[in-house]
């Protein structure tokens, strides 16, 4: 749940999948695309041969009409077997999720293995996974042996998460993504932080100011 101090309430949001899905890539376009009152650098912490060892961080917010500070800490897991202790710290209060995964067809069994292991490891931080925002990204829609959009769609039909075809690479679908998990995350918690009645933000300024839209 959202953590409230002062005048401020900070969401953390993380992107968690297989290796090299291109969760890293999402937050560098992320980074490029929005515009919001705060922006912080892209931390990304501990890379070897370009993959993630433990996490990335973007810092965003906005000032509500009420005054009050909304800040987004948006996170990366890095993706290989061999740190799961890390993937479960970083899960850790998370406040919404979008799993990346990977459309080549080569990585079905790595991204059932991490879907798997990522609701394993929300129950073990205690973490509702039933009840949290998430989003399915399949990324890396370019590739020539990507599964095609027909095919996920039909696969996932009855899942109830929103689904979205990225190219992280060039920035498509990245946008879309977050957004998606905005929406998600501001369903979930809006009414018990009184987010519409006491601080003057419905869904779509909630939206229009994380994302930096006019
Ligand atoms: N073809 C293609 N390649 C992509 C796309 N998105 C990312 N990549 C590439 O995939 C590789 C891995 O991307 P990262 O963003 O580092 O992946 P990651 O999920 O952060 O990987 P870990 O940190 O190891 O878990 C890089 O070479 C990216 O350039 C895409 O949409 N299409
Ligand atoms: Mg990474």
Redo the contacts with the bound molecule.
């Keep these: 749940m959202a953590e409230q101090e002062n005048n401020s309430l900070t969401f953390k949001l993380v992107y968690y999948?297989p290796?090299?899905?291109?969760?890293?890539?999402n937050l560098l376009r992320l980074h490029d695309q929005l515009s919001p009152e705060l922006k912080g650098e892209l931390m990304t912490m501990e890379t070897k041969d370009?993959?993630?060892l433990f996490f990335d961080l973007l810092p965003l917010g906005f000032r509500a009409p009420s005054g009050l500070l909304i800040k987004f800490r948006v996170f990366?897991v890095?993706?290989?077997v061999a740190h799961d202790g890390t993937r479960k710290a970083v899960l850790s209060r998370a406040d919404g999720i979008v799993f990346?995964a990977d459309s080549d067809r080569a990585q079905e069994t790595n991204n059932g293995e991490s879907f798997q292991s990522m609701s394993d490891n929300c129950h073990r931080v205690g973490l509702d996974f039933a009840n949290l925002p998430l989003v399915v990204q399949f990324?890396?829609c370019?590739?020539p042996n990507a599964v095609p959009e027909a095919e996920i769609r039909e696969r996932w039909s009855a899942a109830p998460w929103p689904l979205v075809f990225?190219?992280?690479?060039n920035g498509q679908g990245v946008e879309a993504t977050f957004e998606a998990l905005l929406r998600a995350v501001f369903r979930h918690q809006a009414e018990r932080l009184a987010l519409a009645t006491t601080h003057g933000l419905d869904e779509e300024a909630f939206v229009a100011g994380a994302l930096g839209r006019p």
């Design positions: 999948g290796a090299q899905s291109g969760k890293t890539t370009d993959r993630t990366t890095p993706g290989q990346v990324n890396k370019d590739l990225a190219v992280a690479l």
